[in-house]
């Protein structure tokens, strides 16, 4: 796996990962030259700037290139950067950034740049940087702090680097998942109070976040983009849409036409996932507990059972329900030979993998991510990433959905480095449903799309502002 085309291995995440090759092999598709770590190197970008720790500072053009290419699919945060290029927002912000370091965030950076603000960035995670992204964005001249591959031991002081440096007082920190925030809680009290807001990403982290602010802790505004309704619309309905087909299809080389499908869950993620297998002609079975959904998927045209009244005939299992124990050992053993099953939902306890793990089964590994379970009759069950997440491991995501986080997280940055004292306290936060509108109206040129305007008149009978907010906060679209 590790002799790759050269050009191949930089490909990660980005849009052409979509059409060329396996995912996994752009994530752990190694450049490692050497076995020297980072930290011992001394290296300088052409024009002499060192204030970086990167694998290798000479992938720049390789870096900058993916950069370029995730640029044309993200056009809400370019439409940002063109906009508020002359106002500079964040002028005067100064932010520690840890988040995954690829060419999607990569953009993100240099956006927040453009409109005013300082910026050192780390990642958040030791697996999922792009070594030539992070080199691209070292010969720009930010203070970037991450490679694949650190250790734990790196991850902690690459974050440090972000925080402790010369002259440098942060005021504002965009994390996923929390830890910026955390090391400069434990480690920099001091200068963690003088932090203006924290924008947070990631589930963990904004649980993390909800805990401080219960305890007492929390001495500085948070924001919780995690649940911004645009964003949440992207993640769940529309890129699971896409990533069903994708992740199957990448793992199994499967048909979707006349098969015959059952999706626990119709929610947000099982919506998604049962447009796109009727699209490819499969004929869709739901089971869902809440009367609601269920009645939506009639109303959609699929036919709602309970998981055994089907188990026994379909050919593909997809659980997206966040529940736990939905795919039981009695249900699989009723399976019949070549069921693929596989979890679209969050939480890896959908389908009782455990319970697979007997003497009596072989496993039996046929690629990455797909292995067979074998049954003592010669029964095979494929069961795809072990019933993780099989999206995350088996796809990539597209740009697009990036760039409506991307431009969440640069607006709730703009929107706290600026609020007047008192419009906000120390807690946490949503974003204001009028920036989530933002968020969706700078998306909307690069489709086309012409939006109307409300009349005065109009405006008056609704009872609502011309410019938004256009809905209550409790409207579920
Ligand atoms: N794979 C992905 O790309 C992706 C993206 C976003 C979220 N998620 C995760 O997917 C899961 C579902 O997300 P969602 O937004 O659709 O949530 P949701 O709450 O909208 O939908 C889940 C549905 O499952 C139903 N359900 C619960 N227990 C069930 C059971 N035993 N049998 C049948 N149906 C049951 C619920 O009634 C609900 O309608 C969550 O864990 C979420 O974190 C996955
Ligand atoms: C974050 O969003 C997810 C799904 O979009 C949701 O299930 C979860 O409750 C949110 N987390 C928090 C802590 O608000
Ligand atoms: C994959 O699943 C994760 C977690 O549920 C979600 O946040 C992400 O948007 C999904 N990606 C794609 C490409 O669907
Ligand atoms: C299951 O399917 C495989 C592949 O088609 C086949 O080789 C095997 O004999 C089948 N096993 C049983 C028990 O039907």
Request: aromatic share 8%; net charge neutral; hydrophobic share 40%.
């Amino acid at each position: 796996m590790r002799s790759r085309p050269a050009d191949a291995g930089h490909r990660s995440r980005g849009l052409i990962s979509l059409f060329i090759g396996c995912v996994s092999a752009s994530y752990t598709d190694s450049d490692e030259e050497d076995d020297v770590s980072p930290r011992e190197k001394l290296q300088k970008s052409t024009k002499g700037f060192d204030d970086f720790c990167v694998r290798n500072i000479n992938q720049a053009p390789f870096g900058r290139r993916e950069i370029e290419i995730a640029e044309q699919e993200m056009p809400g945060i370019m439409a940002l950067r063109k906009r508020a290029g002359d106002d500079k927002p964040l002028k005067g912000a100064k932010i520690v950034g840890c988040t995954h370091i690829n060419a999607q965030t990569a953009v993100l950076l240099e956006t927040l740049v453009e409109l005013g603000a300082c910026v050192r960035w780390a990642a958040c995670n030791i697996y999922s940087t792009q070594n030539e992204v992070a080199a691209a964005l070292a010969e720009a001249g930010f203070p970037v702090f991450a490679w694949r591959g650190e250790t734990e031991e790196d991850f902690w002081w690459c974050i440090d680097k972000c925080v402790n440096a010369e002259n440098w007082q942060p005021n504002m920190i965009l994390d996923d998942g929390g830890d910026a925030t955390h090391l400069m809680i434990k480690k920099y009290p001091a200068m963690f109070k003088m932090v203006k807001g924290i924008v947070e990403e990631s589930v963990t982290g904004v649980h993390r976040l909800y805990q401080l602010s219960k305890a007492g802790k929390l001495t500085v505004t948070a924001m919780n983009v995690n649940d911004s309704v645009t964003k949440m619309k992207f993640d769940n309905l529309y890129s699971c849409r896409e990533s069903v087909i994708d992740s199957l299809k990448r793992a199994t080389d499967v048909m979707f036409g006349g098969k015959q499908v059952l999706v626990c869950g119709y929610g947000e993620v099982g919506k998604g996932c049962c447009q796109a297998l009727k699209g490819l002609g499969c004929v869709v079975f739901i089971s869902e507990i809440d009367p609601i959904c269920a009645l939506q998927a009639c109303m959609d045209g699929l036919r709602v059972v309970k998981a055994n009244e089907v188990i026994r005939q379909v050919d593909i299992v997809i659980t997206a329900t966040g529940n736990k124990n939905v795919i039981t050992r009695e249900m699989m053993d009723k399976m019949k030979n070549g069921t693929i099953v596989c979890n679209m939902g969050h939480s890896n306890t959908e389908i009782d993998v455990n319970s697979l793990r007997t003497p009596d089964l072989t496993w039996e590994k046929v690629r990455n991510q797909v292995d067979h379970v074998i049954w003592p009759d010669g029964k095979r069950i494929v069961l795809l990433a072990e019933g993780r997440l099989v999206n995350l491991s088996c796809s990539s995501i597209p740009s697009f959905v990036i760039s409506i986080t991307a431009c969440t997280q640069a607006l709730a940055l703009i929107e706290l480095f600026n609020a007047p004292p008192g419009r906000y306290k120390s807690d946490v936060y949503l974003l204001p449903k009028k920036m989530d509108e933002y968020v969706a109206s700078l998306h909307l040129p690069s489709f086309d799309a012409h939006l109307s305007e409300l009349t005065d008149e109009q405006a008056k009978y609704m009872g609502l502002n011309k410019a938004g907010p256009f809905k209550p906060n409790y409207y579920r679209y």
